[in-house]
């Protein structure tokens, strides 16, 4: 299947500071990706979406100004957390759609555990 | 109504036992639909995709009721291997995909 890369897969940081994280498509081109996040024995609740080259769709109750989404190429989406707070710890997962096809799976990135402390 | 449910269980089951997992979705527009497994602290990975004509992976079989909004999951001789997570994911359309809470199997010796 496809690759998609997500770094970094873990990050501790600091109350306060930003964390980047970042999500590539490897072997294909991704028009749209998609950001989630899972809290312990809970399931992955969607974000936002991002479409290369336009701004990103927020979901419901999720801060566009807290978690910034830049989609600048075909390949590569960040997600950047801002002055991070410890309920933001969690795990954040992309996925990308393939250009073509309109049903087809996501793929997903391994993953980014990030803990604030 | 959540958009994706399933009964998270946990399902513990001996090894060589058949165990089923259903899911129920809300949105009657979606368009394709998937059973991704998750292991702890990993990414979710495909599974199987299932069809409304029911398919079948080894000892895995999906099913689809379009009328009904279901979904299933059936795993025959149950592995060790088998223990995870298992989430019925729905794709809304443009790879929208909306997850369960996931269904947890442990499979004992």
């Known amino acids: 299947g496809a690759v998609v890369s997500q770094h970094p897969s873990r990050v501790i940081c600091k109350s306060g500071t930003s964390v980047k994280i970042e999500c590539r498509s490897l072997d294909f081109q991704a028009t749209t990706m998609f950001w989630y996040r899972q809290f312990p024995k809970q399931s992955l609740m969607l974000m936002a979406t991002?479409?290369?080259?336009?701004?990103?769709?927020?979901e419901q109750g999720v801060e566009k100004d807290k978690f910034l989404i830049n989609h600048a190429s075909l390949t590569l989406s960040t997600l950047t957390v801002t002055s991070a707070h410890p309920e933001d710890s969690s795990f954040y997962i992309c996925?990308?759609?393939?250009?073509?096809?309109?049903?087809?799976?996501?793929?997903f990135g391994q993953g980014t555990r990030l803990t604030v402390v | 109504r959540k958009e994706v449910e399933q009964d998270p269980g946990p399902f513990n089951v001996p090894e060589g036992a058949t165990v089923a997992f259903n899911c129920t979705y809300s949105n009657s527009a979606s368009q394709s639909f998937f059973w991704y497994r998750q292991d702890c602290r990993k990414e979710p990975k495909l599974l199987m995709s299932?069809?409304?004509s029911g398919n079948e992976d080894g000892r895995f079989t999906a099913q689809l009721n379009r009328a009904s909004q279901y979904i299933s999951l059936l795993i025959r001789d149950s592995k060790l291997s088998d223990s995870a997570t298992y989430l019925c994911?729905?794709?809304?359309?443009?790879?929208?995909?909306?997850f369960g809470a996931g269904t947890r199997l442990t499979v004992k010796p």
């Open positions: 299932v069809y409304s």
């Open positions: 996925s990308a759609r393939a250009l073509s096809g309109m049903n087809t799976e996501a793929f």
């Open positions: 991002s479409n290369e080259g336009s701004k990103a769709t927020y």
């Open positions: 994911v729905v794709n809304k359309g443009r790879g929208d995909m909306r």
